[in-house]
């Protein structure tokens, strides 16, 4: 039989040993009193090893125990399974064997004798209450630090719950901690999101922000430490809604960056979040503009993606430059990044007809494209032929025969008959540049 209970966070073998009534006697393990309890298993199985976890107290009569020898594999379980303690009555109140000794001293499993007049009942009764009173001291001196920074209640709470804690942005940036982070941020969000077990206990913020934060806990927890570790996401919660958004001071000369959330109006708390350094300059519905210097990646974008209620997050990013430039380069980017369906798109990276072209509307897009192409269009519609593809793939090997041949798998004497074709057709000629830039234009305009 399991009794779980609220434990205070800091309570340990030593601890039940204090507690008036009990008269408990340490018989082995006096130098383990520190471990910490967490809960109390009742137990007259011979080997109770599938039914155990780490921080157990074990209570037994040992009815379990009938000679020497059958001590071995009880308290083996107890110290495979991590048991705080073994709580024992003596076997037929002839006190506790030698045999149960010996193998808690070699396993290093405290031993507590209980009286033989006392009940298991009396034991479970009187620690209960004594570690609820413990557990809520515990939620009263963490609730003491509620106005304090994030740092403070992080430190509060990992001295009560004996293990490090992290505030960590759904971006994967680590806000706080009382220790470094084992693993990198960005692998807890996603394990987080895709609901993988992991090595932290992770607990997230409530509140209005479309970014979530995380409270990691580095261990897994008894209901208690969890009850805490929810207490301490409340107050962090509490704490970053009425934290102020510092001021920015950036050079004139700082990046900008465009960013759209396509299915809801979240882009400024994202962008915020994103760049804690930015200056937000403008924010209207799914798209925000900031000036920042720094340069975000698909990869941060795609591990906040699934925490948020946004189909997809688009991003252009201007080169450094004056504000007003720098502005309309990553609106352009943002727009290709949409055609693209491409996360992050950086404006030096991407060519000066496509930055051009992604600020022409939908509608002069395609009007220009049919002016262009349209007996292309046509031709390939009527007769079943792809010359358009041929064209496209001609212009991209930079007019040359002997390369579009080659990419094509036919002759180049077969390349050359179907541009010119394609030139008569479009009254073009096709080995001139002019001729050739604005067909590829034209046929870039679909994308």
């Excluded at 009555?89 to 193998?103: F, N, R, T, Y």
């Excluded at 009286?115 to 557990?135: G, K, M, N, R, Y």
């Excluded at 950086?346 to 509307?361: K, N, Y």
């Amino acid at each position: 039989m399991r009794l779980c209970f609220p434990t205070s966070l800091m309570t340990t073998v030593k601890t039940l040993l204090g507690l008036p009534g009990l008269r408990l006697r340490p018989r082995a393990g006096s130098d383990l009193l520190d471990r910490p309890v967490t809960r109390i298993y009742v137990t007259e199985l011979s080997d109770p090893g599938r039914y155990l976890s780490a921080g157990e107290l074990v209570l037994s009569g040992l009815l379990w125990w009938r000679e020497p020898g059958d001590a071995e594999p009880f308290v083996a379980a107890l110290a495979r399974s991590g048991a705080a303690a073994l709580a024992a009555s003596g076997a037929d109140s002839g006190g506790i064997p030698d045999d149960v000794v010996d193998a808690c001293v070699r396993h290093r499993i405290p031993l507590l004798e209980v009286p033989a007049d006392l009940s298991f009942s009396v034991i479970t009764e009187q620690v209960v209450l004594a570690l609820a009173a413990a557990s809520d001291s515990a939620r009263k001196r963490l609730q003491a630090a509620a106005d304090a920074p994030v740092e403070t209640l992080l430190e509060r709470a990992s001295a009560e719950l004996g293990l490090p804690c992290w505030v960590l942005s759904g971006f994967g940036r680590v806000v706080a901690g009382t220790s470094p982070l084992p693993s990198p941020g960005a692998d807890v969000v996603r394990r987080y999101a895709a609901r993988e077990p992991g090595s932290l206990t992770v607990v997230p913020v409530e509140g209005r922000h479309a970014v979530p934060w995380l409270v990691l806990v580095g261990g897994p927890l008894s209901t208690a430490q969890t009850e805490l570790a929810e207490e301490l996401a409340g107050l962090v919660g509490v704490t970053r809604a009425r934290s102020p958004r510092p001021e920015a001071e950036l050079p004139d000369e700082a990046r900008v960056v465009a960013l759209r959330t396509e299915g809801s109006e979240e882009s400024e708390d994202v962008l915020r979040e994103l760049l804690p350094d930015g200056l937000l300059l403008e924010s209207a519905g799914d798209t925000a503009y900031a000036a920042t210097t720094l340069r975000p990646s698909s990869t941060e974008l795609s591990t906040v993606e699934p925490l948020l209620r946004a189909k997809r997050i688009l991003c252009g990013v201007s080169d450094p430059g004056p504000r007003a430039e720098a502005w309309e380069s990553a609106r352009y980017a943002l727009e290709v990044a949409s055609r693209r369906r491409i996360t992050v798109v950086a404006a030096g990276e991407v060519g000066a007809h496509e930055l051009l072209l992604a600020g022409a509307p939908d509608g002069l897009r395609a009007a220009l494209r049919r002016r262009v192409l349209g007996p292309l269009l046509d031709y390939d519609a009527e007769q079943h032929a792809d010359l358009v593809h041929t064209v496209r793939v001609f212009l991209e090997c930079s007019g040359s025969p002997t390369r579009a041949a080659k990419a094509l798998h036919v002759h180049v004497n077969t390349l050359r008959y179907r541009i010119g074709r394609a030139g008569e057709l479009l009254g073009a000629d096709l080995t001139e540049f002019a001729g050739q830039l604005d067909v590829y234009l034209a046929l870039r305009m679909e994308e």
